[in-house]
């Protein structure tokens, strides 16, 4: 398709569809658009029109009530999510029998005078690497005991940040590192290294007569952009992520 123009970074090269795919009934007037985008302080929801919300520190209820668009809610003695302690609250929201359930946390990101990253106030070192969904048996298909077992591993050597080379993850991997606890640069497919050397024995570029890519071109502007805007509107709630690539 035309997509694969802007999706051939470095990685071993498999045709197919590599991951599950699903049909989804959802009822008449159903949510549309959930943000918890984690803060340092309180739990922001932010949705259109009304739900039923409730939030569960551990297994413990801390607020039940109707929401209307937006929710603001300081939770008493919070704990904050780092990487060495990833603690997450529960959310679930419902409207029209539907119910659905996110984990979110408190957590804050800066950068310092001296240019350090900040975590919660503390500064950080990231010691990270990039994940490719990679299986010996399958190929680009992992399952989600492959995914934890990479995690864990990473865990072991101490190694606190992931890359996620060059594609977004499937959600259970952003899943596992709220649980597990990484910092994680979340990346969109834009490069074009599918066009280079189309002819043998010529330079790294993209035709042998020009110097031009498609990032060059007006014309694909609109699919770069559509990609990182996915990208960040499908990822914008997980406390894991704290930079976008």
Not at 87 to 106: P, W
Not at 185 to 194: P, S
Not at 199 to 204: E, I, M, N, R, S
């Amino acid at each position: 398709c035309v997509g694969s123009y802007l999706e051939d970074q470095d990685h071993f090269r498999y045709n197919g569809i590599f991951r599950d795919v699903y049909l989804l009934q959802r009822p008449f007037n159903h949510i549309t658009d959930i943000e918890i985008i984690p803060n340092s302080e309180t739990i922001n929801i932010k949705i259109d029109g009304n739900a039923n919300a409730t939030i569960l520190d551990g297994e413990n209820v801390i607020y039940n009530g109707l929401i209307s668009e937006q929710l603001v809610f300081a939770p008493q003695n919070p704990v904050l999510w780092n990487a060495e302690k990833p603690y997450l609250y529960t959310v679930l929201l419902s409207r029209c029998g539907e119910e659905i359930v996110l984990k979110t946390a408190l957590r804050k990101i800066e950068i310092s005078s001296e240019y350090e990253l900040l975590i919660n106030g503390v500064s950080v070192k990231l010691h990270g690497v990039n994940h490719h969904d990679t299986s010996k048996y399958n190929g680009w298909c992992q399952t989600e005991n492959e995914l934890r077992k990479d995690l864990l591993l990473m865990k072991k050597l101490n190694i606190n940040c992931v890359r996620t080379a060059h594609y977004p993850p499937t959600p259970q991997f952003m899943e596992m590192c709220d649980e597990l606890g990484f910092y994680v640069i979340c990346e969109t497919d834009i490069e074009t290294h599918g066009f280079v050397r189309r002819y043998a024995d010529v330079p790294y570029k993209l035709d042998v007569e020009t110097g031009e890519w498609p990032v060059t071109f007006p014309d694909w502007k609109a699919e770069h952009i559509e990609r990182m805007e996915r990208m960040v509107e499908y990822y914008k709630n997980f406390p894991s992520v704290i930079m976008w690539s």
